[in-house]
């Protein structure tokens, strides 16, 4: 599986990006898919995910309310909306792929494909 993210760029405190994710497999629909962000000298942290079927969605607290992730089984695509950033959301975001399990999973071990990230830079 191979993943492509795109979107990043760099904005103004209060702004919002949409990152969006391109799988080339044709059993998207089978993977449950997350963004994961790792900031400079931060370990990966998981951002949001969303089931195979796209019915149940999971968020990090710090992006609750903010953030909105989606998918489209038709295009093999996922997107993340983000919405009101600060300069904490500063990272590279990873868009990432996993299946085998039914509950969303947030730590980095559990994919077993990752895309070659996007930066994000949000100045105050």
């Known amino acids: 599986v191979q993943l492509q993210a795109f979107g990043g760029g760099s904005v103004q405190a209060g702004d919002s990006l949409r990152l969006s994710c391109a799988a080339s497999?044709?059993?998207?629909?089978?993977?449950?898919m997350a963004w994961f962000r790792q900031a400079p000298g931060k370990e990966r942290q998981f951002v949001a995910g969303v089931k195979r079927s796209g019915d149940s969605t999971s968020y990090a607290e710090s992006v609750k309310g903010r953030f909105t992730i989606s998918r489209d089984n038709a295009k093999n695509t996922v997107h993340l909306q983000m919405n009101n950033l600060n300069p904490e959301d500063t990272a590279v975001y990873y868009c990432?792929?996993?299946?085998?399990?039914?509950?969303?999973?947030?730590?980095?071990?559990?994919?077993?494909?990752w895309g070659q990230g996007t930066e994000v830079t949000v100045s105050s």
């Open positions: 990432v792929a996993g299946r085998g399990w039914s509950v969303l999973r947030k730590t980095p071990k559990d994919y077993d494909y």
């Open positions: 497999t044709p059993t998207f629909s089978t993977y449950n």
